[in-house]
């Protein structure tokens, strides 16, 4: 019920302060809802955070993907973080999750390939090191 409240006042003005308070508490919401059993209503609420077009955080493409995955959406996981990518293309955590993905789809040079990008943006990050871990274990 709350986040139907939230959602409501997204919609109607997202660009206010109340617009951005309430998206605000939506995507804390979703954050909620991803450490419990409940990732269709996180989704619910990274959706709307997406909706209002005034995300500039990786972290919400990444959890609405990672809520996905756990709702066996690989597929559609996988479309949630190019389409972070298409937004944030520096964004070394959505590169290492879309490799992740990808690889266990069975995408082994797509894999590659963004775990390589997920090194080249930030090398010395912990995202980079568990690229160049993953990377190793593509390794023939």
Not at 23 to 30: D, H, I, P
Not at 97 to 120: S, V
């Amino acid at each position: 019920e709350a986040a139907e409240a939230l959602r409501g006042v997204v919609e109607r003005s997202p660009r206010s302060s109340e617009g951005g308070e309430a998206l605000r508490a939506l995507g804390g919401l979703g954050d909620r809802l991803l450490d419990g059993p409940d990732s269709a209503e996180a989704s619910m609420a990274y959706r709307a955070v997406l909706a209002a077009g005034i995300v500039d955080d990786d972290a919400v493409y990444s959890n609405l993907a990672l809520a996905a995955y756990r709702m066996g959406r690989k597929s559609e996981a996988i479309d949630v973080l190019q389409q972070g990518l298409a937004r944030m293309p520096g964004s070394a955590r959505l590169h290492l999750r879309a490799g992740r993905l990808l690889g266990e789809a069975g995408r082994r040079d797509e894999a590659e390939r963004e775990y390589r990008r997920a090194i080249e943006l930030d090398g010395a990050s912990s995202e980079a090191a568990q690229a160049r871990e993953a990377l190793a274990r593509l390794a023939p």
